[in-house]
């Protein structure tokens, strides 16, 4: 089936939803025509299992706010990685995401068809930090100081831990590269890859690392012991916290209902419940358009490769 | 001093000691009951832990080696949340108290939890190594200690310290053992409870019984008693006890009836002696009073006489003082009469003679055969009773009484045509009375009692000194019993009556009837 002959499936779908409303009352349930698709990319590659933990309520509640617009919400799909989620959104296996900005730009970028629709408010703030870290005793007080030492990052596709941190030591014209790259510049930045932000507190500590970089939110949660040994010796500037994309193609309607029933989410108790339990989500809120050209003016500074 | 009854006082004791007794036995038997269970319980426990044992060290061990293989790969990379998770879900499986994973210089990495609180401590007391075989297992009362080391091809990436609660059977068999004793102990409790309440109604019902029992058999008596007393000390000896028990109280109850009857008869015989002597007082006066006019009346003859005499005999007139000393002689011999019969009478009183067993009827005959010479003149027919019974007298002394009723029955006939003296006893209630009856001149009713009086004669010019009746009734006094008259009147004969006391009575004898 092309796009044009969805869209009119769809449109047709509706219609007869409304035409069945009006008839049948407003309780009924349509009749199920469209499918959404939510996709997400896996924290860690190999356990898609946490990822349906965390989403399974949230995905519930929109399927049960959905039906009545005849819009089924199918299995959440996770991704391995970037590239997965890309070649998924390409496939039309997936009509909207939920990930924060870098990997977000990243999809946009490699998909050409992906808008960023919704603003993700996680743990009450719409936007966070990235902070550079380093044990007390440390010598290093400043981002040039580490320069040819060894930053502990969490991730490739992290925001704040990943391309924010390099973002910024970028900005200081420090380069970051791969640890285990022999052939990089000896003054340039390397870094190592802890996969948890508690992993990389803990490698700084045991000198796995001179320093590490997380959100705010990943310092406030670190142990007390932990965080007592170490000292934070610089801030980055802030990015908003989340964003929720729609494949530029989905039928308006589609994306209209769905971003309708997320903008609703908060404003009960089963709803907010759902929303906490996905990675303690607040709300979502409706990006206006300069908040999206605030996300877009990220592309050039957390992508490498982004022409400037 | 509040007063309260022994009845009260006993029972009190009685209740007080069964308690004391009861309680104590039913907290011995608890305690030993409870002590058994708990013997019970520990062998059971001892069995059961010993059979345990061994296969718990197994499934440590194997637990210990499970754990370390797939701890080291997170603990050798640093990766403290896998290592987090790998303890959170070892919790599942494992009665977990607390687990630190130790990184290699000793110090703890983390404790699985997101505060990790113990990050950084040293762990103390040693870790084990090779020549432990990797793992070594504590016991500490509650929880089981593991420690173990984390390597891989003989690299050691740390090590775990798991405590693990005790394990489900055992928590079981502690719960059970717990419940059960303090269910047992309930159950006993509430045992002792419920025996407890009952022997408290038992015992305060036998209490109640013990009071009712020492009442009636205690203090009822000893009330009765003391409330003869106070009668018997009040004077009223009327209302012996009724108490008859086999027992010391009998006795004391017996003992007090006797001391009332005792002192019954020493008030009664008081009482008669005072009468007697009351008695004896107004016969006394009486007798002061007879003798002194009496032997005054021949006094004042002779006195008389002799004055008349001398005159006479200055006169020369010697056949009048010839008349006058006969009427003194005459006055003097009166006189010696009356004092010969008031020797004999005061002699009846200190001379006695000892009794003996006496044919009443042969004492009748001899009476009237001495009396012939009254009788026969005057044609008195005699009828003596065939069964006058024998008697134990003064065998003299009855005959001087025979003799005076029958003489004086005789005496008293007057102008009877056909004179008659019956000599008789009948049965009046308790007591036998003897009688001589005539059908003479009879007395007045208001004259009964005088005709005893000493010197007393109803018709002075009656022979006699009118001592006899007096004699009469003074030898039977004497012999405990009572003498009196009986008469419808003038004309219609009269009955002399006498009684002897019932010791004096023998028994009867059929006695031929003498006319």
Redesign the interface.
């Known amino acids: 089936m092309t796009t044009r002959a969805a869209r009119v499936v769809a449109l047709l779908g509706l219609l007869a939803t409304a035409v069945t409303g009006w008839t049948a009352g407003a309780a009924a349930p349509a009749e199920t025509s469209v499918t959404a698709r939510f996709g997400v990319i896996a924290e860690e590659p190999n356990e898609p299992d946490r990822m349906f933990t965390a989403y399974s309520p949230l995905l519930a509640e929109l399927r049960q706010r959905l039906a009545p617009a005849g819009i089924a919400v199918s299995d959440l799909v996770i991704a391995r990685d970037l590239d997965d989620l890309s070649q998924r959104i390409a496939r039309k296996q997936v009509d909207f995401v939920l990930e924060s900005v870098f990997p977000m730009l990243a999809l946009r970028e490699r998909s050409r068809s992906l808008e960023p629709a919704l603003l993700v408010v996680r743990r009450g703030r719409r936007e966070y930090r990235s902070v550079f870290f380093t044990r007390q005793e440390s010598p290093i007080r400043k981002l040039a100081d580490l320069r040819g030492r060894t930053l502990v990052l969490q991730a490739i596709r992290s925001t704040s831990a990943f391309a924010l941190p390099r973002a910024e030591l970028r900005r200081a014209g420090l380069s970051l590269v791969a640890a285990d790259d022999a052939a990089a510049d000896p003054k340039a930045v390397r870094y190592v890859l802890?996969?948890?932000e508690?992993?990389q507190a803990?490698?700084v500590l045991?000198q796995?690392g001179d320093a590490g970089a997380f959100n705010e939110g990943d310092w406030q949660?670190l142990?007390?012991?932990?965080r007592a040994?170490l000292r934070i010796f610089e801030r980055s500037r802030p990015i908003q916290r989340g964003l929720i994309a729609f494949r530029g193609d989905l039928a308006p309607a589609t994306r209209r209902a769905v971003e309708a029933a997320m903008l609703a989410l908060h404003q009960d108790g089963a709803g907010l419940a759902a929303l906490t339990h996905a990675s303690g989500i607040t709300r979502f809120e409706r990006l206006t358009p300069a908040a999206r050209d605030a996300v877009l003016d990220w592309a050039p500074v957390l992508l490498p490769k982004h022409p400037r | 001093m509040r007063r309260t009854s022994i009845g009260t006082r006993y029972a009190a004791y009685v209740a007080a000691l069964a308690l004391a007794l009861v309680a104590v036995a039913l907290l011995a038997a608890g305690a030993i009951a409870l002590s058994q269970m708990r013997v019970v319980q520990a062998e059971l426990r001892d069995a059961v832990a010993g059979a345990r044992a061994a296969d718990d060290e197994r499934a440590l061990d194997g637990a210990a080696r499970y754990l370390g293989l797939h701890l080291f790969n997170p603990l050798y990379q640093l990766d403290v949340e896998r290592l987090n998770e790998t303890i959170q879900q070892t919790r599942s499986w494992l009665p977990v108290v607390s687990f630190v994973v130790v990184d290699r210089d000793g110090r703890v990495l983390t404790d699985g939890t997101l505060a990790n609180s113990r990050y950084g401590e040293d762990v103390p007391g040693a870790l084990p190594h090779d020549e432990d075989g990797g793992v070594t297992i504590a016991r500490r009362s509650s929880e089981t200690e593991l420690r173990f080391r984390v390597a891989a091809g003989g690299m050691t990436a740390g090590w775990a310290i798991v405590t693990l609660a005790e394990p489900p059977w055992q928590a079981s068999l502690r719960t059970l053992e717990e419940k059960r004793t303090a269910e047992l102990w309930s159950g006993h409790r509430t045992s002792l409870i419920s025996l407890g309440g009952l022997v408290l109604v038992a015992t305060l019902g036998l209490a109640l019984l013990t009071s009712l029992l020492i009442s009636r058999t205690l203090a009822r008596p000893l009330t009765e008693m003391s409330r003869a007393a106070e009668q018997i000390a009040a004077g009223n000896l009327d209302h012996p006890l009724t108490l008859d028990s086999p027992d010391e109280l009998g006795d004391l109850a017996r003992s007090l009836n006797r001391m009332a009857c005792d002192l019954r008869a020493h008030e009664e015989a008081l009482r008669a002696e005072r009468g007697d002597l009351a008695r004896k007082n107004a016969e006394l006066e009486r007798f002061n009073y007879t003798v002194s006019h009496d032997l005054k009346s021949p006094l004042v003859t002779i006195r008389g006489f002799a004055g008349l005499a001398g005159t006479d005999l200055a006169a020369g007139r010697h056949d009048a003082v010839r008349k006058d000393l006969g009427r003194i002689v005459a006055a003097a011999d009166k006189m010696h009469r009356l004092l010969d019969d008031l020797l004999e009478l005061s002699r009846i009183g200190r001379v006695v003679h000892p009794p003996e067993d006496v044919s009443l009827a042969d004492l009748v005959k001899d009476a009237i055969e001495l009396l012939k010479g009254s009788f026969e003149p005057k044609g008195v027919a005699v009828h003596v009773a065939a069964d006058l019974p024998m008697v134990h007298a003064d065998r003299r002394r009855l005959l001087e009484v025979l003799q005076n009723l029958l003489e004086n029955a005789a005496k008293f006939m007057g102008a009877q045509a056909q004179p008659k003296v019956e000599v008789g006893w009948r049965q009046d209630g308790t007591e036998r009375v003897f009688y001589v009856r005539d059908n003479g001149r009879g007395i007045e009713p208001r004259f009964l009692e005088r005709v005893f009086g000493l010197f007393e004669k109803l018709d002075p010019a009656c022979d006699g000194t009118g001592v006899g009746l007096a004699l009469v009734r003074r030898i039977i006094e004497a012999h405990g019993g009572r003498a009196w008259a009986e008469s419808e009147g003038p004309g219609r004969g009269a009955t002399f009556c006498f009684t002897l006391p019932s010791a004096s009575l023998a028994e009867a004898v059929p006695a031929a009837a003498a006319s």
């Open positions: 802890a996969l948890a508690v992993n803990v490698w045991h796995k949660a142990p007390e012991k932990i040994r």
